[in-house]
């Protein structure tokens, strides 16, 4: 849910990164916060275990500018991947206005990818959202790796709505300011239409 | 969509900000935040120069909405206050209406139980506020500032 607040002439908006497991959510994050300007980005704040896996979410504050004397802020969240983290994943969805769908290309990583993408439907529809309707694109991460499925493959799968789809490398940014920008711009789009 | 579009207009905001400096003083804290359920900033006073209210404000909201986890688990509506004791400050965490957070930062110049007992009546100051504030975004006819926006305006946004 954005937050338009008058007063101080701002749009604020939710979007947020799912997928499976290590699929690369976190990385997308971290490119993005090293390679924007300082005045443009807040501090990332990372809540992960130890071993750096995510534990509750990642967050990154970005501004991307002014729209008609509105400065627009973006707060970019991460789920934690791990199955057994649902409860959290499901707190994360509160107020979203912009999903994107990371899946690890990587053929053993399907079925986990499949069942991100359920669970993310789920999750949605428990807040009274509806994947369908909502600003969203998918990016296929890891396309450097040499067992890497072909993206007909990945497509078939994991979008059968045919929404707006990247390939990914995250680690080296391919693609992810692509990924970025596109979400952005249907959230802006769906408020724009009084969303 | 899910949940109605949060909006602040000019007025709320002043009568926000007037809760919050006479909170800020009647309690003797460092700093008073208004943060949406989401984590967006809605009103700060005090001392806050130095502090991160961005990242201040997300991490409140992920806490509050683990802690609004827990609570609905052991079958209870909502843990209303939390309170965190450190050295040198302490963080005092309530939900104002089920839609925002009031929290207080303190220090050795104040006490829990003035926090305590000046925050009830700041929650039923915000309370009325938020109420008429909710009131008056579902029934304002103005058009939204976003019906002007043409997709050139949004396509500049993203020119490199």
């Known amino acids: 849910?954005?937050?338009?607040?008058?007063?101080?002439?701002?749009?604020?908006?939710?979007?947020?990164?799912?997928?499976?497991?290590l699929c690369g959510k976190t990385t997308n994050l971290q490119y993005i916060y090293n390679k924007t300007n300082p005045e443009a980005k807040g501090k990332m704040i990372s809540l992960a275990t130890e071993t750096e896996r995510t534990l509750f979410f990642d967050f990154l504050p970005l501004s991307l500018g002014e729209i008609r004397g509105f400065k627009t802020r973006f707060h970019l969240y991460t789920v934690p991947g791990q199955v057994f983290y649902d409860a959290s994943r499901k707190l994360i969805l509160k107020g979203v206005d912009g999903v994107v769908f990371v899946a690890d290309s990587q053929m053993e990583r399907m079925e986990a990818n499949i069942e991100s993408l359920d669970n993310l439907r789920t999750n949605l529809q428990e807040q009274g959202y509806n994947l369908d309707k909502l600003p969203y694109v998918v990016q296929y991460n890891k396309r450097d790796l040499p067992n890497a499925a072909p993206i007909d493959e990945l497509r078939q799968l994991l979008n059968p709505t045919r929404v707006v789809e990247f390939p990914g490398v995250a680690s080296s940014g391919e693609g992810v300011f692509d990924t970025l920008k596109a979400v952005a711009k249907l959230v802006l789009t769906e408020l724009k239409r009084g969303g | 969509m899910a949940g109605p579009q949060m909006v602040m207009y000019d007025e709320e905001a002043r009568q926000i900000q007037v809760v919050c400096d006479r909170l800020g003083r009647d309690s003797n804290a460092r700093a008073v935040?208004?943060?949406?359920?989401?984590?967006?900033?809605?009103?700060?006073?005090?001392?806050?120069?130095?502090?991160?209210?961005?990242?201040?404000?997300?991490?409140?909201a992920g806490n509050v909405a683990a802690t609004g986890g827990i609570a609905k688990l052991l079958a209870e509506r909502e843990f209303a206050g939390q309170f965190h004791e450190g050295e040198k400050t302490n963080i005092h965490i309530s939900i104002v209406a089920q839609r925002v957070i009031l929290v207080v930062l303190f220090d050795e110049r104040s006490s829990l139980g003035l926090v305590r007992l000046r925050v009830r009546k700041a929650s039923d100051e915000l309370t009325r506020i938020l109420e008429s504030l909710i009131k008056k975004a579902a029934s304002a006819n103005a058009p939204s500032v976003f019906a002007e926006i043409t997709d050139d305006d949004i396509d500049n946004l993203f020119n490199d």
Do not use: W
């Open chain 2, 33 to 60: 935040l208004v943060i949406d359920k989401n984590g967006q900033p809605i009103a700060q006073s005090g001392e806050t120069d130095h502090l991160d209210v961005t990242s201040l404000s997300s991490l409140t």
């Open chain 1, 1 to 21: 849910m954005s937050f338009i607040n008058y007063s101080s002439r701002e749009i604020n908006c939710k979007i947020v990164y799912y997928g499976p497991g």
